[in-house]
């Protein structure tokens, strides 16, 4: 019989919908046949355009932003781009005169953005600057100065406050711009950015005395809490969370690993909670023996799933070296406690502005 239960109202209550938008600039030096620049940017972790110094244009990937946006829109931030592209090439040299550094391969990441709760109305702006998986600088909005995370990075915080018009024009788009920029591509693209998909969800097993996984995906929006319950109550003694990854039709997956005997789960009553943002139900799977999927039988879940790409942007962009780049320093940046702070409309959403002369 399926254990597989929908429950109206929660024990956690229903996660907040928070959209975000983000742009995310990776430059390289000394790697061959990849792009020395490149420019993601993405609303609620929907790649939304790009931009690299092999096409030099910047192009939507989204119908909706081929529909509302003119030439004028994709001249004027192309151009953003190829004066963002120039200013990252000299930041990466700096950098490696810095650091005391003489050829080898490097990156140079910046991320910037913000994120906006359509209920509470909460807002948070964040920029970050990164070097080869390390944290660089961070804007600071409460204090309106650049945070260096490194002694090489000093200079670049001394010489971006010593003029007050950039200190301004940075809280200006963490504050309101990128927020306007941020309703407006919500407005346009709707259809998909405020969607709600509800997860499926599988128990997964190796062997009989591998962990127990619990499988989200096919889910969005990205925000999602996976979690087990024994005998009603939250579980978090071995257990292992995974991260939130993309699924190549725009969905996310997430699992959540149990180590537990069997003998443990048939005497008690162990279950995995999932819940999705924007979704007031929680979706529940209960730990028995006909709803675990094994691959030590006929039954391998490793075929049976769709095709999922593990990182956005390895495949939307077909660049791996730099993304690895960024997506290293953005799992440091994380570790070392750096977050987002608190927190007119025009022809160009300023891409390619997060990049600054160092």
Known sequence: MKMYLILLFGIHG??????????????????????????????????ISHYDSITKIK?????????YFNKQYWDSTTENLRYAEEVSKVNIQTAQMRFNQTGGMHFNQDMYGCVWDDETGF?????HIGYDGIDLLAFDLKTETWIAAVPQAFNSKLKWESNPSNIEREKLYLT??????????LDYGKTTLQRTVPPSVSLLQKTPSSPVTCHATGFYPSGVMVFWQKDGQDHHEDVKYGEILHNDDGTFQKRTHLTVTPEEWKNNNYQ?????AGIKEHFIKVLTESEIQTNWGANDPNTTGSALIIGVVVALLAI??????????????NKKGFHPTSTSDTDSDNSGKGVQKT
């Open 14 to 47: 229903a996660l907040a919908v928070t959209h975000s938008l983000r742009y995310f600039n990776a430059a390289s030096s000394g790697i061959l046949n990849v792009p020395e620049f490149v420019e993601m940017g993405m609303v609620n972790d929907q790649v």
């Open 176 to 185: 309101q711009e990128c927020i306007e920029w941020l309703k407006k591509y």
């Open 272 to 276: 995995c909670v999932v819940q999705v």
């Open 320 to 333: 791996v070296a730099v993304v690895v780049g960024v997506f290293i320093w953005k799992k440091n940046k």
């Open 59 to 67: 192009v939507p990937k989204q119908s909706w932003m081929k529909e």
């Open 123 to 127: 807002t948070d702006g964040f920029h």
